[in-house]
Nanobody, 119 residues
Framework: QVQLVESGGGTVQPGGSLKLTCVAS????????MSWYRQDPDKPRELVAR???????DYAESVKGRFTISRDSTKRTWYLQMNSLKPDDTAVYVC?????????????WGRGTQVTVSS
């Protein structure tokens, strides 16, 4: 079964940085999009950043200029570099991907990694 696993979360002071990693494993034929969402109990789920297999990127307005999404297609891995972190960035960050396996194009979610921005 395809699995997505995040790592790199933690607690950081305002203005600090974190780098999140998502690794996909399983019988994957092709990656189409790789994304990061964040979830907060008080807010709806938000798309933070997305990158396509063609390296097109999309960011939430609130993180433009601070976050950078990148990928390593050889390793089926993508990253979210987060700089100038703010308390409002506190959330569970979850990776997501549209990909194809033997059953066709499907989407998968990771379990999430907690990011806390606090002094």
């Amino acid at each position: 079964q395809v699995q997505l696993v995040e790592s790199g979360g933690g607690t950081v002071q305002p203005g600090g940085s974190l780098k999140l990693t998502c690794v996909a494993s399983g019988n994957i034929l092709r990656m189409y999009t790789m994304s990061w969402y964040r979830q907060d109990p008080d807010k709806p789920r938000e798309l933070v950043a997305r990158i396509s297999s063609g390296s097109n990127t999309d960011y939430a307005e609130s993180v433009k200029g601070r976050f950078t999404i990148s990928r390593d297609s050889t390793k089926r891995t993508w990253y979210l570099q987060m700089n100038s972190l703010k308390p409002d960035d506190t959330a569970v960050y979850v990776c997501h991907s549209y990909l194809s396996d033997r059953l066709g194009v499907r989407d998968f979610w990771g379990r999430g990694t907690q990011v806390t921005v606090s002094s």
